[in-house]
């Protein structure tokens, strides 16, 4: 039952979305209360709290993870250049500590990616919360040996993806995934769609 509800907000934000360019959405607010969450856009005062697209022929993949009272949990969103939602994945992880667990949720967004079979297709933008994970993903030398598996998988993803970028989100651009990690603390199993 909780996975239909979580269904029918993705579905009711992205029908927003589409038909109503000038409204803006606050992700967070949204899976709480979502009348709250509008925005008329240029006249408000979240405005640094929207997500920003990527340039035209661009998909970005926003990625999270988080660790609360001993739960764990991974989250992303795949969307276009017209920001229209192409791709979630929401759930547990095996890592028990948020760093891992992000780093986790950067290689599961790859792999959602070349699922999709849109490799050569667009250049890929993956955005992490982190400061550490953004690092690690930027200088190999300050990468944990504990984490040289997922490191690995990452980079053979990368080589046959071709064109990816990394950049660092504050948490308020990276809300969609964060509400995705949220819930996906509280499933037995990974969501994706």
């Known amino acids: 039952m909780s996975s239909l509800v979580f269904l029918s907000k993705i579905r009711a934000l992205m029908w927003i979305r589409a038909v109503y360019d000038e409204l ?18 240029k006249k408000s005062r979240l405005r640094g709290y929207f997500w920003c697209p ?7 993949f926003n990625v999270s993870g988080m660790e609360s009272e001993g739960e764990v949990g991974c989250g992303g969103v795949l969307r276009n250049s017209e920001e229209v939602v192409r791709a979630v994945f929401s759930g547990p992880s095996a890592a028990r500590e948020s760093s891992a667990v992000e780093m986790g949720a950067v290689c599961l967004a790859l792999e959602v990616f070349q699922e999709m079979g849109w490799m050569g297709s667009y250049s890929l933008i993956i955005e992490v919360g982190s400061s550490e994970v953004f690092c690690w993903i930027e200088d190999k030398g300050s990468r944990l040996w504990s984490l ?3 490191f690995k998988g990452i980079e053979a993803r990368v080589s046959s993806i071709g064109n990816v970028s990394f950049s660092k989100v504050d948490k308020q651009g990276n809300t969609m995934a964060f509400a995705l990690v949220s819930t996906g603390l509280k499933r037995q199993t990974m969501f994706k769609a």
């Open 54 to 60: 990527p340039c035209f022929g661009g998909v970005k």
């Open 148 to 150: 040289v598996s997922i």
């Open 24 to 41: 803006k959405v606050n992700e967070k607010i949204w899976w709480v209360y979502p009348i709250r969450s509008w925005s008329g856009g």
